[in-house]
């Protein structure tokens, strides 16, 4: 741990020897993308109501620069990896370590652990839903000791449930637990 | 376990931070209900009374409401009040919420006005106040039209003559796009023959950035509700051409404004009408109220309805109400039930046909 | 009596012990909330007011001063520490100081955020006090043409973040600015992209923008690559305090950030976001060490951190001598005034001196709190990072949902934090920076609506930009800002024999 992580700086980057087709593929899938999101906005700018209120420039100009401006480096992009240019080592998270592949099983278990938060907060109530998603994130990237997380998502819940609703008199939903809290 | 004693001590140390000492500085619950006006058979309300400001804290309708709050819960009922934010789109979030999740709920108004008119209308919602239950409408504060201190302009009378000429070259800095303070820009045009469209308004967001563009005289003229100008007009920084209130209101109210009694001097005296001549007045007619008031969800028996206007209406005729009226400015504008129903009705008459001419709602 | 006489009652007045305690719930309150993403000091006070009704006004004023103090003190803690900002004015703060936490050096940044905010607040207070006058004057000049040029030099800044690849930097620019285009365009009050969903005519807010692409896109990013195996801890390296070469580093950015600060912030639309994105590009240039800058430079956070908190004391000019409110937080201020029955503005000085110089005198006393509260506090706080990163993780997805939700408490902010988070993974996979977007989420809109207000009052002259003075003055800076680096770079390479860089 003594050595600080170098973060991958460009140039090494593009020195690597041609990377491989798959990832080729995902990063002009990227670049398609931008240019599909330059021309979405530019779809719906033609949509914008133009007022016949006094402007010189109007609510459209800048949603077509911008449109415009996403297309054009989409397609940059996309020219810079047909070229050989790709970015691999991303991130310099120390967390992470960007040789892995990705591990959908834990980010799948972290949005499910969001997805739950999402639909329990209104339903079953800001603390259930709070402690829910501390012991299921901290689950899906792989603690397992159950009791000790449990018991630290229920107090942190329960704490800033209390400081929030009595202290500055915020309203988060009791849910379940209305008139036990 | 070291990191569960850290967590333990770090929420020990947040829990430290509770207000302790604001919450026990809250008014004490003093009250005994009084007797309930006569069209209220029951007892109302029956549990915790709820008023959703329809815009975040400390905005206009969040203020109200939070003042009605203490005077309802400290003079007129025995039940407590919470007031929740639900902010968004001019109000119509709100509104939305409250004709879907609230329909038929007892306990729950809804704090609106004219802004939430013209917003259904902008904001094309598909949720609109025939909807709702009317309650009664509370507070007006009038616009006020106003010019630098070192403004050529030293009527109205001088601004209308360059606005007709030229209204493109005249600036009105004010305050959102399809506001109150856009709204009277426009009514105005009409009143002089101006097509509304060529009027150059310059909406600016939050009332302090319109009120310097206007001391910096980066604009022409300003609108506003009078008591975001007051100060600066009282100091003489900005001179005040006139205000949008009506020739009956202005004639009948000058020291009062029909408000119980003056306050007992503590601060400054009862929402008196500013002492600037109305728009009508000086030849030019239009009024325009910006008015504050209460709705209840849809689907609200009759009997909760008249319970609801009558503890309002008793909140009305408290000298806590009056206080209130007196230290913001506001104009005592009490108008309960079908009256205000019939009202509500007018003014959306009124106002969206300005707001489709301004090319603001369809 | 001079400003220093008057000052000198004000302490009077502040220094007494019910009022030092109200002061201290107060940064004790404004530190707390800051700390937390989305819970601002704008909704603290909002959400007092109502129970501080039976207070003396000057009781409730010095609390509340207290808390917005606080609350630009806080915002930088968890911008360091979890890369999760509390404000919009702490973004940039979370650029380096996170960084420099995962280095091991979380301790020395937010101890020098917390001296820089002190210094910064105590010097702006101090300006307050005897400069106030002369700077609404000054103020007051500006016009939309003004800010517009002053956003321009604003988002030179950008150029310094866009990271190794162009291409990729403004790919993240453009998609900020998208996200920018969302919601009701102010000067015509049409809707944009807003696909009838009604939660998204207010526009998609900066914060949740923030903790969207920043805490829960590295979160998800984390998950994805996990080094799995005993539960790891980041260690703190070094001494917990700052090393004398740190504040060798710290202490003119300190000053520079004030300096930037303090002005920009008395400017009735300047804000707390535009210094401390100047100041981040300033030290970036002028530092000795700018090899540093990107992996966790000690001057990116002591700089923008005392330009954020100067702004806060810069705000309070135009608040009290014109009653012009110029930031949420001085809105609510303001609302706090009438409530009061007290109008503020240029006569509060003569009305209320009593009131006026108690609250500032509070400023000093509250800053000197503040200091003393989260220094020891650094230590304390960086032990968070000493959690398991699953459990610091878990964390991090609590207070992101508590702060988006708790705003407009509505689920459909959730729905948005998510797909900006997975925007943030995704934009990590790619290798595409994330700061450039977050800064075009909040410059953008703002440059649009002043590019366009300018052309408004000008009806339709493009050459209001350089005609005016201040407006081409600052235009004139920018693009020197742009050109210069690139000319010495060009005169550099031309200079070095190719041999010295291999």
Request: charged share 15%.
């Amino acid at each position: 741990m003594e050595q600080t992580p170098l973060p991958s700086t460009p140039e090494q980057v593009s020195h690597h020897s041609p990377p491989p087709l798959r990832d080729r593929l995902a990063e002009l899938a990227l670049a398609g993308a931008v240019v599909i999101l330059g021309i979405i906005v530019i779809w719906e700018t033609r949509g914008i109501r133009v007022t016949p209120a006094y402007s010189k420039v109007g609510p459209r100009v800048i949603p077509y620069l911008v449109g415009t401006g996403l297309i054009v480096v989409g397609l940059w992009l996309a020219v810079e990896v047909l070229e050989g240019r790709t970015a691999t080592g991303a991130g310099d998270a120390e967390d992470a370590d960007p040789t892995l592949p990705t591990d959908w099983r834990c980010v799948g278990g972290l949005a499910v652990a969001l997805l739950v938060y999402l639909v329990l907060i209104e339903r079953a109530g800001f603390v259930i839903a709070s402690a829910l998603l501390f012991f299921g994130s901290a689950f899906a990237m792989g603690s397992r000791r159950i009791i000790r997380d449990a018991a630290a998502g229920i107090l942190l819940a329960i704490a800033v449930y209390e400081i929030f609703t009595r202290g500055l008199g915020l309203r988060l939903p009791a849910g379940v637990l209305t008139g036990l809290l | 376990m070291r990191s569960l004693r850290l967590l333990g001590a770090l929420i020990a140390m947040a829990l430290l931070a509770v207000p302790v000492f604001a919450r026990s500085a809250a008014p004490v619950m003093a009250a005994a209900p009084l007797a309930q006006a006569g069209e209220c058979p029951t007892d109302y309300p029956t549990e915790t009374l709820e008023i959703m400001a329809p815009a975040a804290p400390g905005g206009g309708w969040d203020t109200t409401a939070r003042e009605i709050q203490q005077v309802l819960q400290n003079e007129v009922i025995d039940q407590n009040v919470e007031v929740f934010n639900v902010a968004g789109a001019g109000g119509t979030v709100g509104l939305a919420q409250l004709v879907s999740d609230n329909a038929g709920d007892e306990q729950t108004m809804m704090m609106m006005g004219l802004v939430m008119v013209g917003a259904i209308a902008t904001n094309q919602s598909p949720v609109t106040l025939e909807q709702v239950t009317p309650i009664a409408r509370l507070t007006t504060e009038y616009e006020v039209i106003v010019v630098p201190a070192n403004s050529e302009y030293q009527t109205l009378d001088d601004l209308m003559e360059d606005f007709k000429a030229n209204p493109g070259a005249v600036t009105w800095g004010g305050g959102s796009a399809g506001g109150t303070d856009h709204i009277l820009v426009g009514l105005m045009a009409q009143a002089v023959g101006v097509d509304p469209t060529a009027i150059n308004y310059v909406p600016f967001s939050g009332g302090g950035e319109a009120l310097a563009a206007i001391l910096g005289g980066q604009v022409s003229a300003g609108v506003s509700g009078y008591g975001e100008f007051q100060d600066q007009i009282e100091a003489g920084e900005l001179r005040a051409l006139a205000i949008s209130a009506g020739q009956d209101v202005a004639a009948g109210a000058t020291p009062g404004a029909g408000a119980a009694s003056p306050t007992t001097g503590s601060a400054t005296p009862v929402a008196a009408l500013p002492p600037v001549p109305t728009l009508q007045e000086q030849g030019v007619d239009v009024e325009l109220a910006n008015w504050r008031g209460l709705v209840a969800p849809p689907e609200i028996s009759d009997e909760v309805r008249q319970c609801m206007i009558a503890m309002i209406d008793q909140m009305h005729q408290t000298q806590a109400w009056q206080d209130v009226l007196a230290r913001y400015g506001w104009q005592d504008f009490f108008l309960a039930g079908d009256e205000f129903g019939e009202y509500l009705s007018e003014e959306r008459d009124r106002v969206i046909p300005i707001l489709q001419e301004l090319g603001l709602a369809e | 009596m001079g400003p220093l006489g008057d000052l000198a009652s004000g302490f009077g007045v502040a220094l007494t012990p019910e009022n030092l305690l109200w002061a201290l719930i107060g940064v004790f309150l404004g530190t707390a909330v800051g700390v937390l993403p989305g819970i601002g000091p704008a909704l603290t006070v909002a959400l007092l007011l109502p129970v501080t009704y039976d207070l003396e006004p000057i009781s409730a004023f010095i609390m509340f001063a207290g808390i917005y103090y606080g609350g630009m003190y806080g915002g930088s803690t968890t911008s360091i520490l979890l890369n999760t900002p509390g404000e919009s004015a702490s973004i940039v703060t979370a650029i380096e100081g996170n960084l420099m936490a995962k280095r091991g050096r979380g301790a020395a940044a937010l101890a020098t955020a917390a001296i820089g905010s002190f210094v910064a607040g105590t010097l702006g207070t101090l300006a307050l006090t005897l400069v106030a006058p002369v700077m609404v004057k000054l103020a007051l000049r500006f016009g939309a043409a003004e800010y517009f040029a002053l956003i321009v030099l604003a988002f030179t800044t950008i150029t310094a973040l866009l990271g190794g690849s162009l291409v990729r930097g403004l790919i993240s620019l453009l998609v900020g600015l998208t996200i920018g285009l969302v919601g009701v365009d102010t000067l015509t009050g049409q809707s944009r992209f807003t696909f009838g969903v009604p939660q998204l005519l207010d526009g998609i807010d900066v914060v949740t923008v923030a903790v969207g692409l920043f805490a829960v896109g590295e979160t998800l990013w984390v998950a994805s690559r996990l080094r799995h195996g005993a539960e790891e801890t980041i260690p703190v390296r070094g001494s917990v305090w700052m090393t004398r070469e740190e504040w060798k580093r710290s202490w003119k950015p300190w000053l520079r950030g004030t300096a930037l600060g303090f002005p920009i912030g008395s400017l009735p639309a300047g804000g707390a976001e535009i210094p401390t994105f100047l100041s981040y590009s300033i030290e970036r240039r002028l530092s000795n060490h700018p090899e540093e800058f990107g992996k966790g430079a000690i001057e990116g956070v002591a700089g923008p951190e005392a330009a954020n908190n100067a702004s806060a004391a810069g705000v309070l000019v135009p608040l009290l001598t014109l009653g012009l409110p110029t930031s949420a937080t001085a809105a609510i201020l303001l609302v706090a005034f009438q409530r009061y029955g007290l109008n503020p503005g240029s006569q509060l000085f003569q009305r209320d001196p009593e009131l006026v110089w108690g609250l500032i005198a509070s400023l000093y006393i509250g800053n000197v709190m503040l200091l003393v509260l989260n220094l020891p506090l650094a230590g304390l706080w960086v032990r968070l990072l000493a959690i398991p990163r699953p459990m610091l993780y878990a964390g991090i997805l609590v207070f992101a949902g508590l702060g988006t939700y708790s705003q407009k408490g509505s689920t459909v902010d959730l729905v948005i934090l998510y797909v900006l988070g997975a925007l943030g993974f995704l934009m990590r996979r790619f290798d595409i920076p994330v700061a450039p977007a977050v800064i075009a989420v909040i410059l953008g809109p703002v440059a649009e609506e002043h590019f366009r207000r300018a052309l408004q009052l000008s009806q339709g002259n493009y050459m209001t930009f350089v005609t005016r003075p201040i407006s081409g003055s600052i235009l004139l800076l920018a693009a020197l800002g742009l050109i210069v680096p690139i000319v010495l770079r060009a005169v550099q390479t031309r200079r070095t024999p190719p041999a010295s860089s291999a």
